[in-house]
């Protein structure tokens, strides 16, 4: 049976994890798969790659644990370990081409209508759809992070290496443009 998943992880469970203790494992996998699969879903806009990279970034992170410090969060951690696991399958795929942060935004940007199919309420679904089509990719990067992955403004700036500052104006910005929206 398939626990659920919460929003809040346990940082003790990276010392557990590194101390061998296989049922921290598991609820650090059932706590933040969804996420950490969504974000790789958007970065790669294929499924089959998506749950690859997610193998091998839970693969990292257990082998990983004890690397694990007290900056910012679990998932912000996590997901630095995933989004190195998608540009080695870059760099992979592309056979030791460079890859610059503008490469990885485009894919991030492009792939991320993919992981809103998984949102449960049809409604905001739609309402989601409807806001890729008005926002730009950064803004639509900035928004999927925030609302649908749950990260916080300073994470989100820390993973896509966009200044806090810009993450909040554009994240306002983005709301205003969603709000014009809906009142239409």
Known sequence: MEKEQTNIIDEGLFEKIANGDDAAFTELYYASYRQIYGFLLALTKNKEDAED??????????????????????????CAVAKNQFL????????????????????????????VKQHKDVENEMVLEKAFEILNKQERTIVVLHMIDGLKHREISKITGIPLSTVLSKYNRSLKKLREFIKE
């Open 88 to 115: 080695d399958f870059v760099r992979k795929k592309s056979k030791g081409v460079s890859v610059d942060f503008d490469e990885v935004e485009k894919y991030v940007s492009e792939g991320l209508g993919t992981g």
């Open 53 to 78: 990279l997610l193998q091998n970034t839970y693969i990292r992170i257990r082998n990983g644990s004890h690397l694990y410090r007290k900056q910012g969060t679990p998932m912000t951690w996590m």
